[in-house]
């Protein structure tokens, strides 16, 4: 009998382990496919939150028409990549018409991210390329979304992302809830490799 319970308990934990891996092949599709804007603010305080959600708008619509036609993440990052002074500068002059003197970093990096819910779509937990921008200390709360496809976009509709994933990856991202325990699995995995990685 102690046999048979522990052929049982290993046939679940390989079962789970089987099921996880086509899942996690799913999610790093989606990573692969995904550029994400990061902003973090100086502080917590109500005065920095502020000026991070003014940046936050301010970048977002003058970044419209730089990302609107990019037709890939690659193209998307490229383009970052080579406006990155200009978008640093209009970010810069955002803080200081505001009243603010902190010094504002702009730059694209490949950054850890865990499991993200925005409007109705759930990103998974894992290495993300992203534009981030970083006001002074960068030292309070952070806000995301996704440049590529151009969810956060003020012109976006909202179905960008169907045309970039296939469906079985947008039925992960689209029905977060039923997936919510692979997804917490797939963050404490990503939090295990960045210990050891």
């Not at 000026?51 to 977002?60: F, H, I, N, S």
């Not at 640093?88 to 505001?98: G, L, M």
């Not at 079985?168 to 050891?196: D, N």
Request: glycine residues 8%.
């Amino acid at each position: 009998m102690k046999y048979l319970l522990k052929a049982v308990v290993c046939s679940v934990i390989l079962s789970c382990l089987l099921s996880m891996t086509g899942f996690y092949g799913a999610c790093e599709d989606i990573r692969q496919e995904v550029f994400r804007l990061h902003i973090l603010a100086n502080s917590d305080s109500d005065e920095d939150q502020r000026l991070k959600l003014t940046v936050r708008d301010r970048v977002l619509g003058y970044t419209e028409e730089l990302f609107r036609n990019c037709n890939s993440k690659e193209e998307s990052i490229r383009t970052a990549k080579a406006n990155i002074k200009e978008i640093t500068a209009f970010a810069q002059s955002v803080v200081k018409e505001q009243g603010y003197e902190y010094p504002v970093k702009v730059y694209v990096t490949k950054m850890p991210f865990t499991t993200r819910v925005y409007d109705q779509i759930t990103l998974p937990a894992g290495q993300y390329d992203a534009l981030r921008i970083v006001i002074g200390s960068g030292q309070g709360h952070n806000w995301w979304c996704v440049l590529y496809p151009a969810l956060c976009l003020p012109s976006a509709s909202g179905n960008e992302l169907s045309g970039v994933i296939s469906e079985g990856e947008e039925e992960i991202v689209s029905a977060g809830e039923k997936y919510e325990v692979k997804f917490w699995l797939i963050e404490w995995w990503e939090g295990l490799l960045s210990v050891f990685g």
